[in-house]
């Protein structure tokens, strides 16, 4: 079955880094666009960052452009986010998602808590 099994989430203080992936299974993973989303307590969730299949473009929330990084390998069927100088707003269960065409699976979700 189609399984988006998100890790890397954790307490972190402001101006830190964590590296989220998300591994997939159960369906043709390098076929699909990947995405992370976030949502924070209160607030709707939105989208984070974007790959294309093959990974040549990317796209990115005006809110962690220049701070986050998305990436995958379709070899190990895995996304990553790489997060950089982290800021208490970015706060947030962070979900991956693979979309194609009518087709969307979620993953569980990972938190990410920035504090001091």
């Not at 969307?104 to 001091?116: E, F, K, L, M």
Request: proline share 3%.
């Amino acid at each position: 079955q189609v399984q988006l099994v998100e890790s890397g989430g954790g307490l972190v203080q402001p101006g830190g880094s964590l590296r989220l992936s998300c591994a997939a299974s159960g369906f043709s993973f390098s076929s699909y666009v990947m995405r992370w989303y976030r949502q924070a307590p209160g607030k709707e969730r939105e989208s984070v960052a974007r790959i294309t299949s093959t990974g040549s473009s990317t796209n990115y929330a005006d809110s962690v452009k220049g701070r986050f990084t998305i990436s995958r390998d379709n070899a190990k069927n895995t996304v990553y986010l790489q997060m950089n100088s982290l800021k208490p707003e970015d706060t947030a269960v962070y979900y991956c998602m693979a979309h194609q065409g009518l087709n969307d699976y979620w993953g569980q979700g990972t938190q990410v808590t920035v504090s001091s």
